[in-house]
């Protein structure tokens, strides 16, 4: 359905795109001055960016991440990370990377992560992973950046 959709959204687009450059057209053939086809030329172009913001923000993208699924993968990487670092480390989160759906067997998803943990001398150690977590939100591998 998704695919039919974007076909049917491109179809209108170019009937909106020939549409405003026949607007165009019209309104050059009327304009001698210089100053009115600079106007002209900006409105259309306003209208043409206008009528593609409006088109690309009705198209449906089933590979995107809703921000629930967002919040639940970072809380998975969080909790993890609170794990690994018990007690009295503090932890403190630097960085956040994209979260990416994977097409891979192995992994559903993946997000990088930038943080720092404060070492048994008092310092703090920065570290930058990613972390590739399964369609059910566990993390199955761990890889340093």
């Not at 932890?91 to 930038?114: H, I, M, P, Q, T």
């Amino acid at each position: 359905m998704g695919e039919t959709m974007n076909v049917a959204l491109q179809d209108r687009y170019r009937e909106l795109f020939e549409y405003a450059k026949e607007l165009f057209m019209r309104a050059r053939a009327r304009l001698s001055n210089t100053a009115q086809i600079a106007v002209a030329l900006t409105t259309a172009s306003l209208g043409i960016v206008a009528i593609s913001v409006l088109i690309g923000s009705l198209v449906v993208d089933d590979g995107l991440i809703s921000d629930g699924q967002v919040d639940s993968l970072v809380g998975r990487v969080t909790a993890h990370l609170s794990q690994q670092y018990p007690g009295d480390n503090e932890l403190n989160f630097l960085r956040w990377g994209v979260v990416e759906k994977s097409d891979a067997d192995a992994y559903a998803f993946s997000v990088r992560c930038k943080y720092s943990v404060e070492n048994q001398y008092g310092g703090f150690a920065v570290h930058e992973q990613i972390f590739y977590l399964d369609e059910d939100r566990n993390i199955v591998d761990v890889i340093g950046y």
